[in-house]
Nanobody, 121 residues
Framework: QVQVVESGGGLVQPGGSLRLSCAVSGSIYSIYAMAWYRQAPGKQRELVAGMTRRGSTNYADEVKGRFTISGDNAKNTVYLQMNSLKFEDTAVYFC???????????????WGQGTQVTVSS
C-alpha cells in the first residue's frame, strides 16, 4: 500500500522560513500530481500549492511569491519551501499525492497525516 509522510513542520518566527517534505513509499505505478493543503483552526482545508507530473504548478493567491513546491523524482519526495512566513500561515499542512496504483491510468489520492506549522514571535 501507499504511504505518505510529511515532515519539517515546527515553530518559526514571522519572516522566517521552513521547508516541508513529503515522502511517498509503497506500491506505486506512477505519481501524477502532488499538492500541499493546509487547515487552520476554524477554517476549511484549502489548497496551498500543486504540481502535476508534467511540472506545471499553481499556488493560492495568499502564498504566491513566498512558497515554492518542488519534487525529487529519484527520492519520491515533494517539498514545500515557505519563505517570509506570516502569522496567517499557521496551520496543519497536509500532503496529497495522486498516484496510479493499477497501471491503468486510474488515479487514487493519498493523504499524509499532516504536520503543524506555527508562526509566532
Amino acid at each position: 500500500q501507499v504511504q505518505v509522510v510529511e515532515s519539517g513542520g515546527g515553530l518559526v518566527q514571522p519572516g522566517g522560513s521552513l521547508r516541508l517534505s513529503c515522502a511517498v513509499s509503497g506500491s506505486i505505478y506512477s505519481i501524477y500530481a502532488m499538492a500541499w493543503y493546509r487547515q487552520a483552526p476554524g477554517k476549511q482545508r484549502e489548497l496551498v500549492a500543486g504540481m502535476t507530473r508534467r511540472g506545471s504548478t499553481n499556488y493560492a493567491d495568499e502564498v504566491k511569491g513566498r512558497f515554492t513546491i518542488s519534487g525529487d523524482n529519484a527520492k519520491n519526495t515533494v517539498y514545500l519551501q515557505m519563505n517570509s512566513l506570516k502569522f496567517e500561515d499557521t496551520a496543519v499542512y497536509f500532503c496529497k499525492i495522486d498516484v496510479d496504483d493499477t497501471g491503468r491510468g486510474v488515479l487514487t489520492a493519498y493523504w499524509g497525516q499532516g504536520t503543524q506549522v506555527t508562526v509566532s514571535s
